[in-house]
């Protein structure tokens, strides 16, 4: 495997289809349906959980967690067992992902085509050769049209089939799609309330994002909106794992995209920066550091962190900096 085709396919894994003759495990209190954007002309798979507690009849706050086909059950697992034991609200999951096929390999390349339109902006100028690069190949561009998928045709349908509180919620990214969570929040920071970015690949097209992030400064230093924000990612994010890779260019693929990456210092350094910014306006900002933990094994914790930052149900105290926590 590439690096490039590591960074493309950098969400979790695609869930497979169980065995013919065998049904799959049923999460109670949930619900599944295929959806047709018109905004972005593909179908999503929107798996949807209820909170233990039930439906208040106030609105349920709402977790909006894409890569849906290997976060669904994680966010379901976490945003209950934190509800249960009174540390968070009760929350509906809305996990976005694409539908399955009967061709593993087929519905793997086609999801890892459209993840990757869904979750970029248009290449910046002058980087296009570096962005195909960084994507296999795979096309680029479509992040506006899929946020409006989420905004405008998603929210909706959710309000149409639950009693949702559109005035609290949260969106979950983690790699490209953490990419995508802070390209949001920079752009169009009234879409959610609360933004958390796992992981996130700061480094696309050659860090455009952070001419993005110094607008959104501006704007917060001046008095504008801004959601509440966490970065996470895990402390071994840039160490090279001695992976089963099939050859020698492909370690030394691995090798340098784990070097040009920088996950770790881009995503504590861009904290640091958004630290510094005044908390008016709803910006309130959070890092979090999981010590031991690997680009595909800080997601759960993400999601942990991020559920309790999010909907939390009382006042946590700060992580302790030395063990690993907010730095």
């Known amino acids: 495997m590439t690096a490039a085709q590591l960074c493309a396919l950098g969400g979790p894994a695609i869930a497979a289809a169980p065995p013919a003759g065998q049904a799959g495990a049923v999460v109670p209190a949930s619900a599944e349906w295929d959806m047709r954007s018109e905004a972005t002309g593909a179908t ?27 976060c669904f059950g994680t966010a379901t697992d976490m945003a209950r067992i934190q509800e249960l034991g009174m540390e968070t609200r009760g929350v509906l999951v809305v996990a976005i992902g694409y539908p399955l096929g009967d061709d593993p390999a087929a519905t793997r390349e086609r999801r890892r085509l ?8 248009d290449a910046p100028q002058g980087a296009e050769a570096l962005v195909a690069r960084q994507m296999g190949g795979a096309p680029v561009g479509g992040a506006a049209r899929f946020l409006q998928f989420l905004k405008r045709e998603l929210e909706p349908e959710l309000a149409r089939r639950y009693r949702i509180d559109a005035a609290d919620t949260a969106l979950f990214g983690h790699s490209l799609a953490g990419r995508f969570a802070l390209d949001t929040a920079f752009t169009h920071p009234e879409s959610f309330r609360t933004i958390v970015a796992a992981s996130p690949s700061i480094y696309w097209g050659g860090g455009d994002l952070l001419a993005r992030e110094k607008d959104f400064a501006r704007r917060v230093a001046a008095g504008g909106k801004g959601p509440r924000l966490l970065i996470t990612v895990g402390g071994l994010e840039e160490t090279v794992l001695d992976l089963p890779l099939p050859g020698e260019a492909d370690r030394a693929g691995y090798a340098q995209y784990v070097r040009e ?22 910006f309130v900002t959070d890092f979090a550091l999981f010590e031991g933990e690997t680009h595909v094994g800080t997601v759960a914790a993400a999601l942990a962190r991020g559920i309790r930052f999010a909907f939390a149900a009382f006042a946590f105290p700060k992580a302790d900096a030395g063990a690993g926590g907010r730095r």
């Open 114 to 121: 459209q993840r990757v339109m869904d979750l970029t902006p």
């Open 261 to 282: 990456a920088r996950t770790v210092e881009n995503a504590r350094e861009m904290a640091g920066r958004l630290a510094k910014l005044p908390s008016g306006s709803g």
């Open 44 to 70: 999503y798979r929107i798996s949807v959980a209820e909170p233990v507690s039930g439906m208040p009849a106030a609105g349920v706050p709402v977790l909006y967690v894409l890569d849906g086909n290997g």
